[in-house]
């Protein structure tokens, strides 16, 4: 089946400072991505939505100048966690459509578990 | 925009015994409703889903109902096994909405 790549799997890094994190699909093109986050026992939060070539789309509440979303390319779209915090520490989570418009064919990247000290 | 409520949070059941996860959604335009599992740490995967035109799907010890008309669907799963313990979240989509809305998510536990 379609694979959602996700990297890294877990970082631990500073406050204040910047995290990247990955998501490519492997086998096919994915004009949209999602991205979400997720509390211990809770669950996935939409953060927002990644689309090729233009600006990402970011649901209430969610700071966009905090949390950078990149779809450079239909293979690869980034997250970058600017300047984080404890408070931001969390399983961040991507997905993307195997077809466009076509709910069953969503795929998960594995996650990052961001530990901010 | 849609609102799917899922009960219960928390289920522990004995091995061998049947489980049942309920959800509700607001949206009457949705139509498509998977259900995923997650384990600790992991991503969650799709183990069934139903269309709003049918009524139920079963796939060996898992099945899904839907009621349309009072707006929600439930998971079933017989014979649990204790590699069922985990994470389950429902979801809806449909009419205009690009994304699934999850619900809260059900730990189960399988007590062998």
């Known amino acids: 089946g379609a694979v959602v790549s996700q990297h890294p799997s877990r970082v631990i890094c500073k406050s204040g400072t910047s995290v990247k994190i990955e998501c490519r699909s492997l086998d096919f093109q994915a004009t949209t991505m999602f991205w979400y986050r997720q509390f211990p026992k809770q669950s996935l939060m939409l953060m927002a939505t990644s689309n090729e070539g233009s600006k990402a789309t970011y649901e209430q509440g969610v700071e966009k100048d905090k949390f950078l979303i990149n779809h450079a390319s239909l293979t690869l779209s980034t997250l970058t966690v600017t300047s984080a915090h404890p408070e931001d520490s969390s399983f961040y989570i991507c997905s993307a459509n195997l077809l466009q418009g076509a709910p069953e064919k969503l795929f998960f990247g594995s996650g990052t578990q961001l530990s901010v000290l | 925009g849609e609102n799917v409520e899922q009960h219960p949070s928390t289920l522990s059941v004995q091995e061998g015994d049947s489980a049942v996860i309920k959800c509700t959604y607001s949206d009457s335009a949705s139509n498509y409703f998977p259900w995923y599992k997650q384990e600790l740490g992991k991503r969650p995967q799709l183990i069934i889903d139903i269309r709003s035109n049918v009524g139920e799907k079963k796939d060996q010890r898992i099945a899904v109902t839907l009621n349309k008309t009072a707006k929600h669907f439930s998971l079933h799963i017989t014979e649990t096994q204790p590699e069922d313990s985990a994470v389950y979240f429902c979801?809806?989509?449909?009419?205009?909405?690009?994304?699934?809305?999850f619900g809260s998510g059900t730990q189960l536990t399988v007590l062998p």
């Open positions: 979801a809806a989509i449909g009419g205009s909405a690009r994304q699934l809305t």
